[in-house]
């Protein structure tokens, strides 16, 4: 049967299908096969059944377990959403308290890894090292290979949420006890405390770096969720698939791109010099960071929040004392407006908007944090929604993740003798 004969029967499969959206969607991949006779990077190939998080593209929503991202970023704390994404539902205040005391109380890590991590080179960047630290959390948790108990499962989840900002805190200080003798309100708190002391006095700072993190808890089967699940699926251990999903969300076009944003806004050197900057780039086909996205056809509702609640408080309300006391700072601000408004003017028509990355990595700045740790707060954000992903694939008892490959190479040949 000929690919134009093909076509319309593969169509008319999907004529009793209800949702349009759905419907749109197997039509792209049916198409996609007819074209190219694989899926290149599995774009848009359903590999599992989800209840955790939602986009709609076209009308830029996440939601997470029902609830939109925004009223979740701006109405809860850290722990309520943790709650919510491991286990299904906002919780009780009792709930909620208890989850807090288990977050704070696990924050310590294992004595011998402590002393270690200040060892560590200072050359290797923090996620590499965060990804290492973790799978050697291992070494003190020898039950952790048993993974058929959700109960024992959950329990490691909460217990390794709560250590990653440790692990970062004391790379960083080279201080295994950077955060002795201190009590914490609540664990966003203790996060922001781990890259800067400083700022996690301020209740206001504390409430926005809460904010980008829920932000960040969750974003479906994004390439380092996949990875977690693809680990979790042959039955590895907690330590091992969150650490592949480290490696995965270092990757510049990943998790890495914050950190590269700040970098380019840099580069450019100000907002007189982005026109120069953006033809340059499109003249040679160069990726723009921090602008654009595979699944959103509108803003990113992460990045307007970013944009109208962070950053305006952090820029617009603050504008004549950063001009005075911080004018790199407010110069990055000033390049990252004008790079938005110009690749609108060159590039609407296609629907490209900042995303997520354009805007977070601007305010971790503003908090004086080193742009080489920006994707470590992703990490010890996502690290929620891993799990989540983790527990609900132990639950459904899932197959191991085996794709299909496409044979290119030699046909069956044999050594000469």
Not at 157 to 178: H, M, Q
Request: aromatic residues 10%; hydrophobic residues 40%; contains cysteine.
């Amino acid at each position: 049967m000929t690919e134009k004969q093909l076509t319309p029967k593969l169509q008319s499969l999907l004529v009793h299908i209800e949702d349009e959206e759905k419907k749109r969607h197997y039509e792209r991949l049916i198409s996609t096969l007819l074209e190219k006779g694989y899926f290149p990077g599995l774009a848009e190939v359903p590999v599992v059944k989800s209840a955790i998080s939602h986009i709609d593209g076209e009308r830029g929503i996440l939601t997470f377990r029902g609830y939109p991202v925004e009223e979740l970023a701006e109405y809860c704390s850290f722990e309520e959403v943790c709650y919510l994404i491991l286990r299904g539902d906002l919780p009780l205040e009792e709930e909620l308290q208890q989850l807090r005391r288990q977050l704070l109380a696990k924050k310590d890590l294992p004595a011998e890894l402590a002393r270690l991590i200040p060892k560590f080179s200072p050359t290797l960047h923090p996620m590499n090292m965060l990804s290492a630290a973790v799978l050697m959390l291992e070494s003190s948790d020898k039950g952790s290979a048993e993974v058929g108990d959700h109960k024992a499962n959950l329990k490691r989840s909460v217990s390794l949420i709560a250590k990653l900002p440790t692990i970062v805190g004391t790379y960083l200080t080279k201080d295994p006890e950077f955060h002795q003798g201190r009590e914490f309100a609540s664990f966003a708190e203790y996060a922001l405390f781990c890259f800067n002391p400083a700022a996690a006095r301020e209740p206001e700072l504390v409430k926005m770096f809460e904010e980008s993190l829920i932000l960040h808890m969750d974003h479906t089967m994004n390439n380092s969720t996949f990875s977690a699940r693809a680990v979790g699926s042959a039955q590895a251990g907690i330590y091992a698939l969150i650490s592949t999903a480290i490696n995965s969300l270092s990757g510049p076009l990943h998790g890495g791109a914050n950190e590269r944003v700040v970098k380019t806004l840099e580069q450019i050197g100000g907002p007189e010099k982005v026109a120069e900057a953006v033809d340059n780039s499109l003249e040679h086909h160069q990726k723009i960071m921090g602008v654009g996205h595979r699944i959103y056809k509108t803003y990113d509702p992460r990045a307007k929040f970013f944009k109208n609640h962070i950053i305006a408080k952090i820029f617009a309300e603050q504008e004549n004392k950063l001009r005075a006391q911080r004018p790199d700072l407010w110069n990055l601000y000033a390049t990252a407006v004008r790079l938005e408004s110009y690749v609108q003017e060159k590039l609407g028509t296609k629907k490209l908007y900042p995303n997520v990355d354009f805007w977070s990595g601007l305010f971790y700045r503003a908090l004086d944090i080193a742009p080489e740790y920006f994707t470590t707060i992703f990490a010890l954000a996502r690290v929620v929604g891993w799990c989540a992903h983790w527990l609900e694939q132990m639950e459904n008892d899932g197959k191991i993740y085996r794709p299909h490959q496409l044979y290119v190479g030699f046909d069956l040949r044999h050594v000469a003798r």
